[in-house]
């Protein structure tokens, strides 16, 4: 009797103890992810004050330029690129996706450049190049001059419609 009594605890101990184990794998398992996750958000975090802290770094605000571009309208042109010179000195040139330029036209804004120019009067040169009215090629240029002093710089160059003139307008403006 004892012997069958100790053969039964044994089988029901080895039927319990992988359904244990079971859930405490289960648990751990979940314990794991839960870990995985705040450390992936832990992650993002970092990086982000990274990203925030190297901009500070490359770009400090006593000799900070950000040039915008924004699209109001835009039926007399059709935007392909953009050539940004300070000073005679190009700073990028970007080339335009239709998706680009639909988000544009969707009110988006695109930060075309950010760097560093010394205090001071500086040019700014931004040529378009893309398709006018009928489809002809086009090239325009807008040209505008800004004071760089110790605080940050932002200018916002701008494509619109002067439907007067059926022409597509372009605008550099000092924020």
């Known amino acids: 009797m004892k012997?069958?009594?100790?053969?039964?605890?044994?089988?029901?101990?080895?039927?319990?103890?992988?359904?244990?184990?079971?859930?405490?794998?289960q648990a751990d398992a979940a314990s794991l992810e839960a870990d995985i996750e705040d450390l992936k958000q832990a992650l993002i975090s970092l990086n982000r004050d990274l990203f925030i802290l190297e901009q500070d770094l490359l770009f400090p605000s006593s000799t900070q330029v950000a040039v915008y571009l924004s699209v109001e309208t835009g039926e007399y042109f059709s935007l392909d690129a953009v050539e940004l010179k300070i000073d005679d000195e190009e700073v990028t040139h970007y080339l335009y996706t239709e998706k680009q330029v639909d988000a544009l036209h969707r009110g988006g804004i695109q930060r075309?450049?950010?760097?560093?120019?010394?205090?001071?009067?500086?040019?700014?040169?931004?040529?378009?190049?893309?398709?006018?009215?009928?489809g002809r090629a086009y090239k325009r240029a807008v040209t505008t001059t800004f004071e760089k002093t110790g605080k940050p710089v932002?200018?916002?160059?701008?494509?619109?419609?002067?439907?007067?003139?059926?022409q597509p307008a372009f605008t550099a403006t000092v924020l």
């Not at 932002?154 to 059926?166: H, N």
């Open 3 to 25: 012997m069958w009594l100790a053969s039964a605890l044994l089988a029901v101990g080895l039927c319990v103890t992988p359904v244990t184990l079971a859930q405490s794998d």
């Open 154 to 166: 932002a200018l916002e160059l701008t494509i619109s419609d002067e439907k007067s003139k059926q």
């Open 112 to 134: 075309l450049f950010i760097g560093n120019v010394s205090q001071g009067e500086h040019e700014l040169t931004a040529f378009f190049v893309g398709y006018g009215p009928e």
